[in-house]
């Protein structure tokens, strides 16, 4: 499991370093491999304010400008950035400084003109531009206004991430989500958990059509469904991307990206159908029948053995339970309304389906160390918290299906002897 440093702070105060983390961490059980430095050599790059911009006298590509960068003296910076302008706030690169890429930067001088620095760009700062809005992808790069001069980038975009690489065991499933290693924390520091936004309860009847059949209770004990309309699919933030990426995953879409991100965070696996593509306009659990077959979003088709735990549309399955959805229901441009499923699969069923079919995802990894079906709740609510802030408008109501969820376990225990022990 990775687990970004500044991440891990969003659920409990941490006032001390990375390696201080560590070693909380194997005083409770849950040991570190390493720790990960991402961004680090980076240096030498802080944040200015432009005070000029006049004409190169000998080339009229260029512009030679005034920058604040906190020291007290401007530095003179020649550049040929198509959208510099006065009182902008950019990323200057100092004598000295060294950019993604390993490119180093010196002062020297542009056609006769003395040049102490450079403005980065997205690309220079090692942001892929494809994370930015259209406006930002070309020339320097664009910080907010109110940033003072001076500032260390790292500190402005979080470009530096440290990340704690957890060893995971069998038994401890908990520690497959951030919130379950801040709750380790928080309990050995005596702080609170500070835990994640959600959607609250709306108190609405559940969104009309039968969406959601179980046929086999065991292998899915529940299965909690909503609905999000008027969907625009696009590009995630940036901060979320840089947080997926460290967390060694793929930015997909802002859809699919929060589904991964409420994973981590939680623990609790996601997937969202396109609605508009599921055959009837429901998903039914089930045992996959005699020659049935499906193509995984991977692009690869399956020959699926009789009887693995799937999700259907009325036709077909749409999906390996816990383990990866298929191509015919994914997430595209054109979607506009999406099922979103937060569900708890039988551990052994999803264990049987990844092994046989060659496929081990970082979903199938949760649900084959057993899941709380409690957590169900809880990653839906997130998942469509976050979906209605950036992707759509979440259809109130929700569809609950499934056993009646078994009460929380309570042991009787002596203080005395816990403190003893």
């Known amino acids: 499991m990775r687990v970004p440093y500044t991440w891990l702070q969003d659920y409990v105060d941490l006032e001390g ?33 432009i005070l000029s911009v006049e004409t190169h006298p000998d080339a009229d590509r260029l512009k030679v400008t005034r920058v604040d960068v906190g020291s007290g003296t401007p530095l003179q910076i020649v550049t040929a950035a198509p959208n510099v302008r006065v009182d902008q706030v950019v990323a200057v690169a100092t004598h000295g400084a060294l950019l993604a890429g390993g490119l180093k930067i010196k002062k020297g001088k542009l056609r006769g003109v003395v040049s102490e620095g450079m403005f980065c760009s997205a690309a220079e700062l090692g942001i ?4 930015l809005p259209v406006e930002q992808r070309e020339g ?29 065991f069998a038994n401890r499933p908990d520690q497959l989500s951030l919130v379950g290693v801040a709750r380790e924390l928080a309990a050995r520091l005596g702080r609170p958990l500070k835990m994640p936004e959600v959607l609250p309860q709306d108190g609405a009847p559940e969104p009309s059509g039968d969406l959601v059949e179980i046929q086999d209770l065991e292998g899915c004990p529940r299965y ?9 699919v696009g590009p995630s933030p940036s901060w979320m991307v840089r947080r997926l990426e460290s967390a060694g995953m793929r930015a997909v879409n802002n859809v699919v990206d929060i589904t991964n991100y409420v994973m981590l965070e939680t623990g609790q696996p996601l997937h969202a159908f396109d609605l508009d593509r599921l055959a009837g306009g429901r998903v039914v659990v089930r045992r996959s029948q005699p020659g049935e077959r499906l193509t995984t979003l991977d692009g690869d088709e ?3 053995p009789a009887g693995t735990l799937v999700i259907a549309d009325a036709e077909k399955p749409v999906a390996m339970a816990g383990v990866m959805g298929g191509l015919d229901s994914e997430i595209g441009p054109e979607t506009r309304r999406i099922l979103l499923e937060s569900a708890c699969f039988h551990s052994g069923a999803v264990r049987r389906a990844s092994l046989r079919l060659g496929l081990r995802t970082e979903s199938s990894r949760r ?14 609510a997130r998942a469509a ?21 078994q009460p929380p376990t309570e042991i009787v225990l002596r203080p005395a002897r816990v403190r003893q022990v």
Do not use: C, N, W, Y
Request: no cysteine.
């Open 302 to 304: 399956h020959a699926l």
């Open 140 to 168: 320097i790069l664009d910080l907010d206004p109110g940033i003072l001069p001076g500032r260390e980038i790292h500190e402005v975009l979080r470009l530096a991430e440290e990340v704690l690489v957890l060893e995971t």
């Open 17 to 49: 370093t990375a390696e201080q983390a560590a070693e909380l961490l194997a005083q409770v059980g849950v040991p570190v491999e390493l720790i990960e430095r991402e961004g680090a050599e980076i240096t030498h790059v802080l944040t200015g304010r």
């Open 224 to 232: 909690i469904a909503r609905v999000i309309e008027e969907v625009q």
């Open 385 to 405: 918290h976050m979906l209605a802030s950036l992707a759509g408008r979440v259809v109130p109501g929700l569809v609950d299906r499934g056993a009646p969820p």
């Open 128 to 131: 892929d531009s494809e994370d």
């Open 367 to 380: 649900f084959e160390k057993g899941m709380d079906p409690q957590r169900v709740a809880l990653g839906s």
